[in-house]
Each structure stands twice: as C-alpha cells, then as structure tokens.
C-alpha cells in the first residue's frame, strides 16, 4: 500500500491550489485575498514535495554504484566509530506493532509536521514565517541536487542483515515497484531528517512555554524510525543536517551583507557641515563657561557700590 503522493498527484495538487489561490486574490477581499496568500504559500510546499519524488525518478541514471556507494557508506560509520543500524532493528524486530507503527511514521509524518509548522509560522508567527519558508525550500532543492547521486538503502544491501520491515507487514511506499527503483536509490540524504529537525528547532526557538520543548521529540524519533526501517544510514542524517546548517550560515550572511548595501550612505558634504556646526557649538559653549567662571573686579575699600557706579557712569561720560 502506498500512502505516498506520486510526482503527478502531487504536481496536480500544487497546480490546483495555486489556481484556487489565483481566483481568491482575484476577487479582492480582505479575507479571501488572505486566503490565497495561505495557498499559494501551500501550494510551494506541495511543489516541494513533488521535486522530492521527482528527484527520484531522475536518479534512474547510473544507478549501478547506488550499492556501491551504500556499503562505502556502511564503511565509513564503522571507521567513525557509529553503531550499527542493524542495532536499532534488532530492538524493534521482537515487536510486531511497534514495527507497524514505525513503517507508518515513516511514511506519512514527515509532511503534515512540515505543513503544520508552516501553517502555525503563517497564522501566528508571520515575522518568523518567510526565512522558514526560504530554509526549507533551499535545503530542500540542495538535497534534492544530492540525491541525483544513487545510493541504495540499507535494506536493500544485500547480504547485510537489514530487513526490509515495510515490506514485511506490506507497508512498503514502494510497494507498486517490482523491482528496486530510483526512487528507493535516493538515500542520502535523508529529507525525512532534515525536515524533523527543521521542524522541532523551529517550534523550540519560536514557540513559547515548556511544552515546546516537546517538538525535540519528533526530530529523535524520525531519526530512530528511518534507522529501524532500514530506509537511511546515519550518515544520510547527517548531511542532511549539514546542508541545513550551510544554508542558514548563508542566508545569515547574505541578509548581513544586503543590509550593509543598502543601508544608506552619509552625505560627504553633510558630514561636514555637521562637524563645522559641532565645531561652532563647542567654542560658544567653551566661551559662555569662561564668562561664568571669570572674577568680578575688586571694590577697594570704603568704597560703596554707588560711589563706584558713579565714578564707571564719570568715566564714560569723559570719555
């Protein structure tokens, strides 16, 4: 049974709430021009969703290293020292409804936790909603270019000891496939990764209150979950999380230096008629504190106030 959106169902989806959104804005209401807004912001999401399968497909070219390149994978986490996803099998193979359960997660989760950050980002945190939106979409496209290189996952290794569980208990989102195709060679990296970790930084970062913390959860069982199916190697984890990190670093980066473009630049001319006017301002102020400070002249002795008001008013008159 496939629960997954194929490339055309989801295309057509996209497609139809992009032209839904059109018609909404078209009709200039308040609230309808809102609505559409909301789905034309849905429909990038679901125009996401159907480059992801779409990716697969394209993968089809050379698909011959894709086991290859999986068992150098497997190697690679045994030099770094990683246990083996066969360990986290082992713990959920003796529990039928937990391996039900995990196929199902896997699955169908990665979506709607993404469409739900969104949603709530749009609808309540709208300042924080567009760099979100451009992380994911970037991140997204940059994996996608990833995972043109084939690799097969390790349930597909063979001789490894993985089992496949989805098929097992005929969950299996590849299930109309007969044989392994280039949608299963798209392991690395593993979206379903990077979007769980999106999602639970997100919602602990914006959100507010103990329970956000909560949205961790997600993240560590998604990474469990594609570990236990045999569906990711760690690795595949991992440089999904390393695109992310890169691709905030640079929109970081870029948003400092457009500010710094286009942040106004000061006059020379106005910098320095501002100094000469400082200039000007100081000198009255150095002038008016020397005229306070300065001693009066001294009255001799016997001498009365009126006495030497009428020899400065004799003086003047001589003179």
């Given at each position: 049974?496939?629960?997954?959106l ?9 497609a139809?709430?992009?032209?839904v ?28 969703y ?5 990716s697969?497909r394209l ?7 894709a086991?290859g ?10 030099r ?5 996803e ?12 937990l391996?039900?359960g ?11 936790a ?7 980002l749009?609808?309540?945190h ?11 979409a970037?991140?997204?496209?940059a ?12 349930r597909?290794?063979?001789g ?8 097992e208990?005929?969950?299996?989102v ?6 392994a ?9 593993s ?24 949205a961790?959860a997600?993240?560590?069982?998604t ?7 045999a569906?990711?190697?760690w ?15 640079a ?7 457009l500010?710094?473009r286009?942040a106004?630049a ?7 008629t501002?100094?000469?006017?400082g200039a ?12 306070e ?14 006495a030497s008001?009428?020899a400065?008013s ?6």
């Amino acid at each position: 049974m496939n629960r997954n959106l194929t490339f055309e169902q989801a295309a057509v989806l996209a497609a139809v709430l992009l032209a839904v959104a059109l018609v909404l804005r078209a009709v200039r209401r308040r609230r309808t021009v809102a609505a559409g807004a909301f789905l034309t912001e849905a429909s990038l999401v679901v125009a996401m969703y159907a480059a992801w399968q779409l990716s697969g497909r394209l993968a089809r070219t050379r698909t011959g290293g894709a086991y290859g390149r999986g068992e150098q994978i497997l190697a690679w986490q045994g030099r770094l020292g990683l246990p083996s996803e066969l360990t986290v099998q082992e713990w959920l193979l003796p529990h039928p409804q937990l391996v039900q359960g995990a196929n199902l997660y896997y699955a169908v989760m990665h979506f709607p936790a993404m469409i739900a950050l969104l949603a709530w980002l749009y609808l309540r945190h709208r300042d924080r909603y567009g760099p979100v939106r451009n992380l994911v979409a970037v991140s997204t496209a940059a994996a996608f270019v990833v995972s043109l290189v084939p690799v097969a996952p390790p349930r597909l290794l063979p001789g490894a000891g993985f089992v496949d569980t989805a098929r097992e208990y005929g969950q299996s989102v590849y299930s109309s496939m007969a044989v392994a195709g280039p949608n299963q060679l798209a392991a690395m990296p593993s979206v379903h990764v990077g979007w769980s970790v999106i999602v639970g930084v997100v919602v602990v970062l914006v959100g507010v209150g103990p329970w956000r913390w909560l949205a961790l959860a997600h993240p560590v069982l998604t990474v469990l979950v594609v570990a236990g199916t045999a569906n990711h190697y760690w690795l595949d984890g991992v440089a999904a999380v390393a695109i992310i990190g890169a691709v905030a670093a640079a929109g970081r980066a870029g948003g400092r230096l457009l500010r710094r473009r286009t942040a106004p630049a000061a006059d020379p001319a106005c910098a320095v008629t501002g100094r000469a006017i400082g200039a000007e301002v100081q000198a009255a102020h150095t002038a008016g504190a020397g005229a306070e400070t300065a001693p009066a002249a001294p009255v001799p002795v016997g001498q009365s106030a009126a006495a030497s008001s009428s020899a400065a008013s004799s003086g003047s008159t001589q003179s």
